[in-house]
T-cell receptor, first 111, second 112 residues
Framework: QKEVEQNSGPLSVPEGAIASLNCTYS??????FFWYRQYSGKSPELIMS????GDKEDGRFTAQLNKASQYVSLLIRDSQPSDSATYLC???????????FGPGTRLSVLP | KAGVTQTPRYLIKTRGQQVTLSCSPI?????VSWYQQTPGQGLQFLFE???????NKGNFPGRFSGRQFSNSRSEMNVSTLELGDSALYLC???????????FGPGTRLLVL
């Protein structure tokens, strides 16, 4: 079992719809969780971080964390074609440890 | 504030050569991590440096090495290049490590 898993996609949604991206992790000691977006040929850019159970909203993005289920998700409301990218889930086990990245989910928003 | 910078942006080498990549973190950031990204393996952690010391290391052979200078700038070196080393090499910086990392634009290495 990989430490961080994501559906590779592609996940296709129509413009204006909600895109739901999921991530599971294996280490129960993980403390910090991050979502990055990576456009083709570019480097990852941070979308959100989340540290405690529940929801965290930032504009059209909502991150959800459930440590008991070892599950973190990212919802993108009112999806736009410019949201088409690969979304990477990253997990940090303990402070000072390295990040572990999932394989990424490729999202395609269709106009 | 300037972001993370990496040089060179593109590099072509032949098998058996060595290469050195450079990363300058965001001003004030003392932790620098290096990653290799390939289509097949995704983003894989190479190592992390903090205060000129390697603090964490991924599962890569000894051909991959790095160092950090007193101004927090970091270099990574790959010796005896193999075809499989062709990848995007990303550097990321954070304040002290353990929190949000910010990525540089990457160095795309092609080994022929």
């Amino acid at each position: 079992q990989k430490e961080v898993e994501q559906n590779s996609g592609p996940l296709s949604v129509p413009e204006g719809a909600i895109a739901s991206l999921n991530c599971t992790y294996s280490d129960r000691g993980s403390q910090s969780f991050f979502w990055y977006r990576q456009y083709s040929g570019k480097s990852p850019e941070l979308i959100m971080s989340i540290y405690s159970n529940g929801d965290k909203e930032d504009g059209r993005f909502t991150a959800q964390l459930n440590k008991a289920s070892q599950y973190v998700s990212l919802l993108i409301r009112d999806s736009q074609p410019s949201d088409s990218a690969t979304y990477l889930c990253a997990v940090m086990r303990n402070y000072g440890q390295n990040f572990v990245f999932g394989p990424g989910t490729r999202l395609s928003v269709l106009p | 504030k300037a972001g993370v910078t990496q040089t060179p942006r593109y590099l072509i080498k032949t098998r058996g050569q060595q290469v050195t990549l450079s990363c300058s973190p965001i001003s004030g950031h003392r932790s620098v991590s290096w990653y290799q990204q390939t289509p097949g393996q995704g983003l894989q952690f190479l190592f992390e440096y903090f205060s000129e010391t390697q603090r964490n290391k991924g599962n890569f052979p000894g051909r991959f090495s790095g160092r950090q200078f007193s101004n927090s700038r970091s270099e990574m070196n790959v010796s005896t290049l193999e075809l499989g080393d062709s990848a995007l090499y990303l550097c990321a910086s954070s304040l002290v490590g353990g929190e949000t990392q910010y990525f540089g634009p990457g160095t795309r290495l092609l080994v022929l």
